[in-house]
């Protein structure tokens, strides 16, 4: 195949990874697991990552976060408008933040196992994803946005109310569904991939 047609393929692959992100955010705030919501948008940035490395997954890791700036700001994210009221600048920095870095690290992870084994590479990038996200996420709830982390949890203790409230189930389920579909929507991916040459 032709460098411009494997430019052409990549760059229409990317923007459909694009798409299914924006779709899959929006989605999330019509799912909602207790308090937070249920996003499933990790599975194309790790696609990304195992398919084109830390920039383009950062790219797209930061296209999540500009959704979930955005859906904070409309009130579609409670908790996120509430902490957009607290502090604009602040709770924009922590939804790129996070959303780059997740992609990164999964880049990185995969670029360093995907010529040792395919499925190493995109297990654990679906491994770092949701980890990083929701690791930058609880650090920065402490660092920047204790008061709100206390009215939260309201009186129960705080390393309680953050394993079980802030991260609680819906990162188990966002984990699991995550490391589960990664690995099946690439071995698609690859394979329509294939067809399309």
């Known amino acids: ?6 430019k052409s393929m990549n760059a229409a692959l990317l923007g459909l990874f694009t798409a299914i992100i924006v779709v899959l955010q929006l989605m999330s705030y ?9 996003s499933l948008v990790l599975i194309p940035i790790v ?40 502090s604009p600048v602040l709770t924009t920095l922590v939804c790129l933040i996070k959303g780059i870095a997740a992609g990164f690290v999964a880049g990185v992870i995969a670029n360093a196992l995907k010529g040792k084994s ?9 491994v770092a994803a949701p980890v990083v996200n929701t690791g930058i996420f609880v650090l920065s709830m402490l ?4 008061d709100t982390l206390n009215a939260w949890a309201n009186g129960t203790a705080l390393a309680y109310y953050i394993i079980v409230g802030l991260i609680g189930v819906n990162f ?17 991916t690859r394979a329509l991939k294939k067809e399309i040459r």
């Open 1 to 6: 195949m032709s460098n411009t047609r494997t």
């Open 30 to 38: 019509l799912i909602k697991i207790g308090t937070f919501n249920l």
């Open 47 to 86: 696609l990304a990552a195992v398919m084109y490395g830390p920039k383009h997954a950062s790219i797209l890791g930061g296209v999540f976060g500009v959704i979930v700036v955005i859906a904070s700001v409309a009130g579609l994210d409670g908790g996120g408008n509430v902490l957009f009221q607290s």
């Open 118 to 126: 395919l499925y190493a590479a995109v297990i654990l990038a679906a």
């Open 143 to 146: 660092l920047f946005f204790k």
């Open 172 to 188: 188990i389920i966002e984990f699991v569904i995550n490391v589960v579909l990664s690995p099946v929507v690439l071995t698609v």
